[in-house]
Nanobody, 126 residues
Framework: QVQLVESGGGSVQAGGSLRLSCAAS????????MGWFRQAPGKEREGVAG????????YVIDSVQGRFTISRDNAKNTVYLQIDSLKPEDTAIYYC???????????????????WGQGTQVTVSS
């Protein structure tokens, strides 16, 4: 049974940085798109970044472009999200997810992601 465990969240001041990690177990993610989602209070969950199985293709939504970087280490079965220049509006629970796809063309298609971890809280104060 696949397990995705996120870590690295916390409370930071605006302008700071965080590196979120997602460790997968019970499942080899090396042949799947992986992604990061977030859900802010009172809002729907949204996809923010996706990465192809080999890591060569990434997708980041426009609103966080230049501040969010997704990467992966298949040898460690782990995906990362580097968040720089944090803003209060980045406050949310951040989830990693695995897609049904291994086609890099669909790693930015959020509806293809079918399993999420439990999430890690990120809180940004002004």
């Amino acid at each position: 049974q696949v397990q995705l465990v996120e870590s690295g969240g916390g409370s930071v001041q605006a302008g700071g940085s965080l590196r979120l990690s997602c460790a997968a177990s019970g499942y080899t993610i090396s042949n799947r798109c992986m992604g990061w989602f977030r859900q802010a209070p009172g809002k729907e969950r949204e996809g923010v970044a996706g990465i192809s199985s080999g890591g060569g293709v990434t997708y980041v939504i426009d609103s966080v472009q230049g501040r969010f970087t997704i990467s992966r280490d298949n040898a460690k079965n782990t995906v990362y999200l580097q968040i720089d220049s944090l803003k209060p509006e980045d406050t949310a629970i951040y989830y990693c997810a695995v897609s049904d796809d291994n086609d890099s063309a669909y790693c930015g298609t959020w509806a293809r992601y079918t399993y999420w971890g439990q999430g890690t809280q990120v809180t940004v104060s002004s």
